[in-house]
T-cell receptor
Framework: GAVVSQHPSRVICKSGTSVKIECRSLDFQATTMFWYRQFPKKSLMLMATSNEGSKATYEQGVEKDKFLINHASLTLSTLTVTSAHPEDSSFYIC?????????????FGEGSWLTVV | AQTVTQSQPEMSVQEAETVTLSCTYD???????LFWYKQPPSRQMILVIR??????QNATENRFSVNFQKAAKSFSLKISDSQLGDAAMYFCAYRSVVFGNEKLTFGTGTRLTIIP
């Protein structure tokens, strides 16, 4: 069964509103979570890395004020797309792992389709 | 920064035949992990196989095996006895062992089609 759950799987929101996507580790403590964005027929682009209890580290070119990431507990990270616009429509995937041992498996969520109308 | 290159945007193979997907990478690190992930139409990322750079032996998982050439920085995936369920996007990925830099860096992917 899935060890990382992402919710919602699909969401449609109006332009200008904010939408939150949750990523939960179900049976392990995820000290690190990663958020990716995937455009159609493209690869996964890392947006940010979040460590529990600290601020997320954003990749170059990713607007931290637009894509708010919170990792308040060892089992939950959230991505909030603020003031969403149609160009934010995409597939967003989270992944989770336990730091301190790079051999630890990285588990992926099922992904979330965001459509901004 | 590490980079991963997949030079084959699309590949096709006859069912039951063998296909090899190519991947090269660039890094200055001596120890790292390499992965192949499968992404079917559902978009779920599925780990196919992984290789530790310090291991000389090529990883194998049932019908999937890799050819890891560390000096050449090459990491190809061989799928034997291809099945219809193997049709998917395949991504090669690199992961550093440096603490705090354990993100996955993906290649651009190869779309594999299985011909019945």
């Amino acid at each position: 069964g899935a060890v990382v759950s992402q919710h919602p799987s699909r969401v449609i929101c109006k332009s200008g509103t904010s939408v939150k996507i949750e990523c939960r580790s179900l049976d392990f403590q995820a000290t690190t979570m990663f958020w990716y964005r995937q455009f159609p027929k493209k690869s996964l682009m890392l947006m940010a890395t979040s460590n529990e209890g600290s601020k997320a580290t954003y990749e170059q070119g990713v607007e931290k004020d637009k894509f708010l990431i919170n990792h308040a507990s060892l089992t939950l990270s959230t991505l909030t797309v603020t003031s969403a616009h149609p160009e934010d429509s995409s597939f967003y995937i989270c992944s989770a792992t336990t730091t301190g041992h790079s051999g630890n498996t990285i588990y992926f969520g099922e992904g979330s389709w965001l459509t901004v109308v | 920064a590490q980079t991963v290159t997949q030079s084959q945007p699309e590949m096709s193979v006859q069912e039951a035949e063998t296909v090899t997907l190519s991947c090269t990478y660039d890094t200055s690190e001596s120890d790292y992990y390499l992965f192949w992930y499968k992404q079917p139409p559902s978009r779920q990322m599925i780990l196919v196989i992984r290789q530790e750079a310090y291991k000389q032996q090529n990883a194998t998982e049932n019908r999937f095996s890799v050819n890891f050439q560390k000096a050449a920085k090459s990491f190809s995936l061989k799928i034997s006895d291809s099945q219809l369920g193997d049709a998917a996007m395949y991504f090669c990925a690199y992961r550093s062992v440096v603490f705090g830099n354990e993100k996955l860096t993906f290649g651009t992917g190869t779309r594999l089609t299985i011909i019945p």
